[in-house]
């Protein structure tokens, strides 16, 4: 997490970045993208489906899924917004993701609401509606059922997941510093043109 930390490359091509500094892969699945809002600054990387088209069946303009700054979609995460029967009737409620979250490759996320400077390892399963409070860390193959309520400065594992320990309260700059420094490392790879032989 320092100066010598290596550079995250991918090719030129395979990205589009956005005015607001989002990194978006070519390869990403993004469906109902006029109902998902991206705060800036975030990744979402190649295999990432994020499912804005899941929305409530009522007329008019939603937000399924918002995202805050500096976020990182994992390869092959599924995002989708958590739904159940209201009245009688099918229906999808949005998903919350606050800044500095990193949610690890292969992971299955339907919860309602991640708080600030969350990390969730590969491969963690959150079922329906579940609640992320800030700074948690989730361990890889963590699965949280739905409903599960985590609260802050803990640190989650297992399946079913519990909590294993406690973080310190100074964890909110190291987990800001770190978000910020993935994104500023992650850049395009030079085009062989540009390298010196």
């Known amino acids: ?23 978006v892969s070519r390869r990403a699945v993004i469906a109902g993208a006029t109902n998902i809002i991206l705060g800036g600054k975030s990744i979402i990387q190649s295999g990432a489906i994020l499912r804005g088209d899941l929305r409530r069946a009522t007329a008019g303009q939603h937000v399924v899924i918002s995202m805050g700054r500096y976020c990182l979609i994992g390869e092959n995460a599924v995002l989708r917004p958590p739904g159940k029967i ?19 490759p292969s992971c299955v ?12 390892g590969k491969g963690c399963i959150l079922g329906k509606f579940v609640i992320i409070k800030d700074l948690v860390v989730l361990l890889p193959d963590t699965v949280l059922p739905e409903g599960t309520v985590v609260p802050s400065l803990t640190v989650w594992g297992g399946n079913p997941g519990r909590c294993i320990e406690s ?24 085009s062989p043109s540009s390298v010196p032989a």
Do not use: W
């Open 1 to 23: 997490m320092g100066a010598f930390d290596p550079l995250i490359t991918y090719e030129k091509g395979t990205y589009i970045e956005t005015d607001t500094g989002n990194k």
């Open 86 to 104: 209201y009245k009688g009737v099918f229906t999808f409620y949005p998903v919350k993701i606050a800044d500095y979250v990193h949610i690890g």
């Open 109 to 120: 996320i339907e919860a309602a609401q991640i708080g600030h400077g969350v990390e969730i």
């Open 167 to 190: 973080l310190p309260e100074t964890y909110q700059e190291t987990v800001e510093a770190r978000c910020k420094g993935y994104y500023q490392r992650f850049r395009p790879s030079p």
